[in-house]
């Protein structure tokens, strides 16, 4: 059961769940910060829990974190922890995975709000029409998607193993790419496939422009250019970029990277990482405007009240589940 001395601090600590997110904060965290991460360790203990916070969340909740990584490995670790509960920092898509991984546990996320914008852009009905029309053809569907629009799809994949699950796909199938269209351009540039390309996107990618990164360029020559897949920009920059990685290929690429300066073109929070585990190099980002504000939406506070309240419980539906299940598992067995 729950220690007493949690709900005694409440008043300290926060009255309404809401905080200041780590990307506003400069690195300057609100001074009850040390109290909560206190108390979380606490909590984590008493409920049998772990935090996994993807690498777009404020640098608090990394910093507590048992897991930080990026899609893939979050699901990968969701499946192996022998916790009961599992606080999933990142959004909705996200924590319906670990949920429907692991049916016999407590699944939580601190904002039910933390949705994506990505994924909101394809819905079932569209995918089963798609289907419909073209009954040879095969659905890919990027990790960003629902559990809904999952149960539809025939394969899943993330930025990290695109052209691997795309390269398992036999070459006569016609193949659909959902929901995001910069995605999908650079893993049929990459795979040579004739692929149909939805028409969705990711606002927090999108605000990377090319005039910003060749401005950065120009100032720091000798810094290398990384650049997420779903940058908006990336038509224009595919070829001028150092490396086009996914956030975890950019973490680790960096560790071990002779350079000393970057331009990272993805959501800012993955800079916290960076900067943390490489104290001795210099991250720029392509631009100050790429934040997600669903990712913001966790912050410590709703961390803390997420362990404290049980909240909030993320569910899926078991006739979904077990659709959906079906191409996130042809995924995993690639990987």
Not at 91 to 113: Q, R, Y
Not at 142 to 159: F, G, H, P
Not at 235 to 256: F, N, P, W
Request: with cysteine.
């Amino acid at each position: 059961m729950i220690s007493t001395q949690h709900t005694a601090h409440s008043a300290q600590i926060s009255g309404n769940g809401h905080g200041t997110n780590g990307h506003a904060t400069n690195g300057h965290e609100p001074p009850h910060y040390g109290l909560l991460r206190e108390k979380i360790a606490v909590l984590k203990q008493e409920r049998n829990a772990v935090i996994l916070a993807h690498n777009y969340q404020e640098g608090a909740i990394q910093d507590v974190a048992d897991c930080v990584g990026d899609s893939l490995n979050l699901a990968k670790y969701a499946r192996t922890t022998d916790a009961d509960t599992i606080v999933f920092c990142g959004v909705h898509f996200m924590a319906e995975t670990a949920a429907m991984l692991n049916p016999a546990k407590t699944v939580l996320i601190p904002d039910l709000g933390a949705g994506c914008a990505l994924a909101d852009m394809v819905i079932a009905e569209q995918v089963r029409q798609w289907k419909a029309a073209h009954p040879d053809g095969v659905v890919l569907c990027y990790i960003n998607t629902s559990a809904a629009v999952k149960a539809e799809c025939d394969y899943c994949c993330t930025s990290s193993n695109g052209v691997r699950v795309i390269e398992s796909i036999p070459e006569d199938k016609e193949i659909l790419f959902i929901p995001d269209y910069y995605l999908g351009s650079y893993l049929k540039a990459k795979t040579k496939r004739a692929i149909h390309l939805w028409k969705g996107y990711c606002p927090a990618h999108a605000v990377i422009i090319p005039e910003k990164i060749d401005a950065l360029r120009e100032q720091c020559p000798e810094a290398e250019f990384l650049m997420h897949p779903e940058c908006g920009c990336l038509t224009k920059q595919m070829d001028l970029a150092d490396q086009i990685l996914s956030t975890e290929g950019m973490v680790t690429y960096v560790r071990s990277s002779p350079a000393k300066t970057f331009i990272i073109a993805t959501e800012n929070g993955i800079l916290h990482r960076m900067r943390k585990d490489n104290p001795e190099k210099t991250f720029l980002p392509a631009s100050e405007h790429a934040s997600c504000h669903y990712m913001q939406r966790n912050t410590l506070d709703k961390l803390f009240w997420s362990l404290v309240r049980l909240q909030h419980r993320v569910t899926v539906d078991p006739a979904i589940a077990k659709r959906a299940l079906i191409p996130i598992e042809r995924m995993m067995a690639l990987t």
